[in-house]
T-cell receptor, first 114, second 112 residues
Framework: DAMVIQNPRYQVTQFGKPVTLSCSQTLNHNVMYWYQQKSSQAPKLLFH???????NEADTPDNFQSRRPNTSFCFLDIRSPGLGDAAMYLC?????????????FGPGTRLTVL | QQQVKQSPQSLIVQKGGISIINCAYE??????FPWYQQFPGKGPALLIA?????SEKKEGRFTISFNKSAKQFSLHIMDSQPGDSATYFC???????????FGDGTTLTVKP
């Protein structure tokens, strides 16, 4: 089945220790998104890529960076995680077949910062 | 400025009842209004979506009602079941960017 895969599902890191979350997709979608979702809150968009074109949301902290080496993979790097970065990180994709509006979400990576 | 406001924050409904969740938006450029369903520990999944050229869309037990003049849309779940217990997010986007602005979510509990 075509899908969005996120690894790891659970990540524990120490305060200030860099961490990388990964996302892969078999949908061949042009657009990939990274969202941060804190408990009982709505997903908050951090970045999105249209193909290789990177788009950063204005209020995304500099501590967060992203890489998309090819169509299938996208990475979220948190350079110096703080306690406030503990959250669920969701990867999503959208494609031309659905007018780029319908987003397909992965299961998320839950990040714990000790 | 919150562009999409969702209510209620939580909702408890008896099995077989109707669940109604409401959203209001501010940006008249929005042209796609999806509802996502999220179970604990899972990512959101598209449930149903509507464009502003229609006032209602129905898929099975799920219906979106859309009021363009009032800038409001709502999700109705008929014959609610315990398996519908989840968090529901409304969202809105414009153009082909696909970037969605989400409401704050509604936690629905359907009691057996």
């Amino acid at each position: 089945d075509a899908m969005v895969i996120q690894n790891p599902r659970y990540q524990v890191t120490q305060f200030g220790k860099p961490v990388t979350l990964s996302c892969s997709q078999t949908l061949n979608h042009n657009v990939m998104y990274w969202y941060q979702q804190k408990s009982s809150q709505a997903p908050k968009l951090l970045f999105h890529y249209y193909d290789k074109d990177f788009n950063n949301e204005a209020d995304t902290p500099d501590n967060f960076q992203s890489r998309r080496p090819n169509t299938s993979f996208c990475f979220l790097d948190i350079r110096s995680p703080g306690l406030g970065d503990a959250a669920m990180y969701l990867c999503a994709t959208s494609g031309r077949d659905y007018g780029f509006n319908e987003q397909f979400f992965g299961p998320g990576t839950r990040l714990t910062v000790l | 400025q919150q562009q999409v406001k969702q209510s209620p924050q939580s909702l408890i409904v008896q099995k077989g009842g109707i669940s109604i969740i409401n959203c209001a938006y501010e940006n008249t450029a929005f042209d796609y209004f999806p509802w996502y369903q999220q179970f604990p520990g899972k990512g959101p999944a598209l449930l149903i979506a509507i464009r502003p050229d229609v006032s209602e869309k129905k898929e099975g037990r799920f219906t979106i009602s859309f009021n363009k003049s009032a800038k409001q849309f709502s999700l109705h779940i008929m014959d609610s079941q315990p398996g519908d217990s989840a968090t529901y997010f409304c969202a809105a986007s414009k153009g082909n960017a696909g970037k969605s602005t989400f409401g704050d979510g509604t936690t629905l509990t359907v009691k057996p």
